[in-house]
């Protein structure tokens, strides 16, 4: 029989619906009936596409007796942390207080007021190198609440307090300048994988936002360092086997240091920032790798993550049925060398198999290999290579395929909408902005309400109950701001503005300058969540300083630029220290010392071929955070188009940066010259 669950609109959650276990969605009624019953809460969060939260799941939350354990010891909360970053990150901070580690699924024990006195991740269904079993667990968190109830109120309220305690320094609410950048920069040198690219050991995460900075600092310094630890990442990325070498798009991080092995879930997020940072490189360098990497990434997204309303989900999952019943990791994506022959033929399959780096050893589990591609001598026939890819792909569609999370979450729709805008207008792509176009419609219809506040997820066209915390605000409000420079509609700019005075008036401490993830009148939770740091994605705080940058660019609103400002204090405080760990804010602070650039391009119309030209060449200038406006004379669709004639009737450029403006010109070399200098 459904538990609770039953009804939610989460796939994360449905995914429990039919557990013996009496899971609560995270609710007033489900602490309500701790305290009624006087039982601890089990909160257990996780997400759809998390390979140990389904391996958990299935040794304990689908066991009967395990069920009936919880059921009369505990009311068990079941949270999908994408849907609720809020309560997730406040949790997360504690088990990582608590335990120096942390992860999903986390697995946390609350009293009735919310306060946890208890901390893991995935707890094993018997004992396992040094680890309790999940029954112990439980029988000694119940026996500690049932004994020593006074003594665990105790170490809750301390941990709360604690909690409240760990403020960061967040700097003098100055922006980071030459020095600060330069010593994130050598941070970053120190830190860097010479041999393999990247930065640190195993697990080895795809650094997209640091990526983005080191392309931003050569732009502008024309540091050759920088540029060269950017490509040489990227290109071991893409050739590794965390890059699908058949469908495109990148896996959520690689087991090992050489990006052989990846762990196979495919989120959205990643993937807008990698194409993002990919159309950005081959921007900087001409590279075809990686014009080849966004571009396919970009298609990879449309193609099997955009939704039936023009939205996008969230993930694939890294398990899928590997034709015998059972769900295993990597199923959908491993190849063993009989496997390539019976899809190719003899004479085919050895030459794949060389290509991609598939060995009867393997390189994944049983024999089998991630593809990749590997450094080696000897040149392959382009169609050969491009006819066996295909082949391969059309039989991989043929196998069972990992399941997909269907949910709409806005900010990662609004790291797409960059990502997919700007590939589009690059390359020449007008589906890809016209896929950017459409996500963004459903947000506008969907996910913003009469006084434009924003919800988190929706699924299926149906919003969900969930309010947009800052990255949501933030991301949302990139995505516009991209898409008003690329397709020249003023209504993009209009609604980023809308996201953007209410991170101003609900987000930031009007004194410091900080901002918070959640919004002053969102639920209240043991503390207010407010975490600087940039991990998977911008964190609402770096995103947030570069929305409001590049907002006040294109409007001369001095509040926005001063409220970007005073946020990027922080990049101060962490950019010198822990660089990979603010790499979006480090990019922000380039496009400020940078100006960044106003570039208004003016012509007769719109779909005028010079026009054009000289719009595209102004979206190409590498200039960190550049903003563009186009339109027509007399146009209000854009504030930097106010009084800025044709020049001789031709279309013509403008660009100004610091309040002070280059001379006008109606020549792509010259607009080219001043966007390099």
Request: charged share 25%; with cysteine.
């Amino acid at each position: 029989m459904p538990n609770r669950l039953a009804h939610e609109t989460s796939p994360y959650l449905l995914q429990h619906a039919d557990n013996p276990v009496d899971w609560w969605p995270w609710s007033a009624e489900a602490f309500e009936e701790a305290r009624r019953t006087g039982k601890p809460v089990l909160l257990s969060v996780g997400y759809s596409s998390c390979h140990w939260c389904h391996v958990m799941a299935h040794e304990s939350f689908e066991d009967r007796a395990t069920a009936e354990y919880l059921n009369e010891h505990f009311v068990s909360v079941k949270v999908d942390r994408e849907e609720r970053p809020d309560v997730d990150a406040v949790y997360m901070e504690a088990v990582q207080a608590a335990t120096g580690q942390g992860g999903w699924p986390m697995t946390v024990f609350l009293t009735p007021e919310g306060e946890p006195f208890y901390f893991g991740t995935y707890f094993p269904p018997t004992p396992r190198q040094g680890s309790p079993s999940f029954r112990q667990v439980l029988e000694g968190v119940r026996a500690a609440w049932t004994d020593r109830r006074d003594e665990v109120a105790e170490v809750a309220g301390k941990i709360v307090k604690d909690l409240a305690g760990r403020e960061i320094s967040y700097g003098d609410s100055q922006a980071p300048g030459e020095e600060q950048l330069a010593a994130a920069l050598l941070g970053l040198t120190r830190g860097y994988d010479p041999q393999r690219g990247g930065f640190g050991g195993a697990p080895k995460f795809p650094p997209s936002m640091v990526v983005e900075f080191l392309l931003r600092h050569h732009a502008r310094t024309g540091a050759e360092g920088a540029l060269q630890m950017a490509q040489d990442t990227c290109e071991r990325m893409a050739r590794g086997g965390i890059y699908d070498q058949l469908g495109g798009g990148f896996a959520r991080y690689s087991v090992d240091r050489d990006w052989v092995v990846p762990h196979f879930e495919k989120m959205l997020y990643d993937n807008a920032l990698l194409c993002r940072v990919y159309a950005h490189l081959w921007r900087s360098t001409g590279s075809e790798l990686a014009r080849r990497v966004a571009l396919e990434t970009a298609d990879f997204m449309v193609r099997e993550l955009r939704t039936n309303e023009g939205g996008f989900a969230s993930a694939l999952d890294a398990d899928s049925d590997d034709g015998s019943g059972r769900h295993v990791e990597g199923a959908y994506y491993a190849w063993t060398p009989r496997q390539l022959t019976a899809v190719l033929g003899a004479e085919d399959g050895e030459l794949a198999a060389q290509y991609f780096g598939v060995t009867e050893e393997g390189t994944f589990e049983h024999g089998s290999s991630v593809l990749q591609l590997p450094q080696q001598e000897g040149v392959f026939d382009a169609e050969k290579v491009e006819s066996v890819k295909r082949r391969l792909l059309d039989a991989r569609s043929e196998r069972p395929a990992p399941g997909r999370d269907d949910k709409v979450v806005a900010a990662w729709n609004g790291l797409a909408i960059a990502a997919l805008a700007e590939t589009g207008a690059y390359f020449d792509r007008p589906d890809l902005v016209e896929a950017a176009v459409g996500a963004a419609d459903l947000l506008v219809r969907l996910h913003l309400d009469e006084q434009a506040r924003l919800a988190r997820t929706s699924k299926d066209g149906q919003v969900g109950a969930n309010a947009g915390v800052l990255e949501d605000y933030a991301d949302v409000a990139e995505g516009f701001l991209a898409l008003a420079s690329v397709t020249g509609e003023g209504v993009w700019l209009e609604f980023a503005g809308f996201l953007l005075d209410h991170v101003l008036a609900r987000f930031a401490d009007p004194d410091s300058g900080a901002l918070y993830d959640t919004a002053v009148d969102a639920e209240r939770l043991i503390r207010r969540p407010q975490d600087p740091t940039d991990n998977a994605t911008p964190s609402g705080w770096s995103a947030a300083a570069g929305a409001l940058l590049s907002y006040a660019a294109q409007t001369g609103a001095q509040p926005h630029r001063a409220a970007a400002e005073k946020a990027l204090g922080v990049v101060k405080a962490l950019g010198p220290r822990v660089p990979r760990f603010i790499g979006w804010g480090l990019a922000v602070a380039e496009a400020l010392l940078d100006g960044p650039r106003e570039i208004a391009i003016v012509g007769p119309a719109l779909d005028d071929e010079a026009t054009r030209a000289l719009h595209r060449t102004a979206l190409l200038g590498a200039a960190p955070g550049a903003v563009v406006a186009l339109g027509v004379p007399e146009s209000d669709e854009f504030p930097l188009l106010a009084d800025r004639p044709l020049v001789g009737g031709a279309p013509t450029a403008y660009v100004c940066r610091n309040f002070t403006c280059d001379a006008p010109t109606t020549d792509i070399d010259r607009l080219r010259t001043a966007l390099s200098s």
